[in-house]
């Protein structure tokens, strides 16, 4: 029996904690236009609100990822939980914008817990066949999190703007309880790598510094162009949609909800046929254009349906490049290295995540369709840098098994 199906409990209870916490997440994407309008604030704020949740997390995601290999995965997935129960409640009870930001920096801190320990825990507990397998049902629970978060925002707020965050804190309380009583440890948790010692004592700067001279350095470059297109793209949308075609709350997470629902279908079932048919080179390459040119598109389409149709290839494709490379960047890691290379994707995709909303912000107050422009650049470039390197990087993949 393979290890996928032996552990398949305690894959549900990692899909269970990472697709609340992406829930969590979304929540705040239909809800921002209206904090917008309430609170006065304009883009370049709501941008580093945005950000705000990346950098803390960008700084604990190093950190969490080699506690999790000293004091195993379960122990910090379950803090990560307990933290981003407390962000929740926050940002429920915010009436000032210094409030919202404490809020999403602590929800920045549980989340950067939760990821790089759940990633290292499904390579403890898949061997590398499984790998692709394992990582695309965790990526179809971070996919179906952003699909259920905006639907719960935006339908929950008819009831009030604040009620999507106090049942996601009172949902993540109950799934921390129950993973701490059911999710076992993964059996790699106890092994020291007498390597990490050293490792401990790095700053988060020679980290990534060091991330520079690793064979996946390529990879996590891609990270960042991924997650600094997606948060640009996933930012503005909202405002985007809300000014230039009076969509409600209601309307932004129906967009939303139907946009990601191909990715989650993807990951789920026929995800790891692809990856081992075209090879991850391949599909990164691909999705990196499709995104780019689908977001270009976005400025030239007109009406609600036509908004729907793109941005369901925009999600369709973001969601299948995730987790080919985190599929990539966990062949290309050592076993000893799992937690750390987890937590320098978390890293780099934190980086990503506060250049987009921050360019987003500043851009959309010069003109609303200029951060589209700029997500769809950086995404054609990438994807030229990919064609290049792709051959590169597949020869250090097979050197790295």
């Not at 969509?247 to 046929?273: E, H, N, R």
């Amino acid at each position: 029996m393979s290890l996928l199906l032996r552990n398949r409990g305690a894959m549900l209870m990692l899909m269970i904690s990472i697709f609340l916490t992406f829930t969590g997440i979304g929540l705040v994407v239909p809800i921002l236009p209206t904090y917008m309008n309430e609170l006065h604030i304009g883009g370049s704020v709501v941008g580093m609100l945005v950000a705000a949740f990346s950098l803390t997390q960008l700084i604990v995601s190093p950190l969490a990822g080699r506690m999790s290999d000293r004091m195993g995965r379960k122990r910090i997935i379950v803090l990560g939980l307990i933290v981003f129960a407390f962000s929740e409640l926050a940002f429920g009870v915010a009436h000032q914008p210094w409030m919202l930001f404490v809020a999403r920096m602590l929800g920045g801190i549980g989340a950067a817990m939760i990821m790089p320990a759940v990633m290292a825990y499904v390579a403890d507990t898949t061997s590398m066949d499984e790998r692709a397998k394992g990582m695309g049902l965790i990526n179809a629970a971070i996919t179906t999190g952003f699909i259920i978060g905006p639907g719960i925002g935006g339908y929950l707020a008819e009831f009030g703007i604040r009620v999507p965050f106090f049942a996601a804190a009172v949902a993540a309380a109950f799934v921390a309880i129950i993973t701490f009583i059911l999710l076992p440890e993964s059996r790699a948790a106890a092994v020291h790598d007498p390597a990490s010692g050293q490792q401990k004592s790095e700053s988060l700067v020679a980290q990534l510094l060091r991330s520079y001279r690793e064979p996946y350095f390529i990879g996590l470059i891609i990270v960042f162009v991924m997650s600094f297109g997606l948060a640009n793209y996933e930012t503005v949308f909202g405002l985007f949609v809300d000014h230039k075609f009076g969509f409600t709350p209601k309307d932004i997470a129906f967009v939303l909800t139907f946009g990601s629902i191909a990715g989650a279908v993807v990951q789920l079932t026929v995800f790891s046929w692809i990856l081992n048919r075209f090879g991850e080179n391949r599909v990164i390459s691909v999705c990196l254009l499709a995104s780019g040119v689908f977001i270009l598109l976005t400025l030239f389409v007109h009406g609600y349906f036509a908004i729907m149709a793109v941005t369901f290839i925009v999600f369709l494709a973001m969601d299948i490049l995730r987790p080919a490379v985190g599929t990539q960047l966990s062949k290309m890691a050592g076993e000893s290295q799992q937690g750390f290379v987890m937590g320098m994707n978390s890293a780099y995709t934190s980086l990503g995540n506060i250049a987009g909303p921050i360019v987003a912000g500043i851009l959309f107050d010069l003109d609303i369709n200029y951060p589209y422009g700029a997500a769809a650049l950086v995404l054609v470039l990438c994807f030229l840098m990919s064609l290049g390197t792709g051959k590169r990087m597949a020869r250090r993949s097979v050197q790295a098994k």
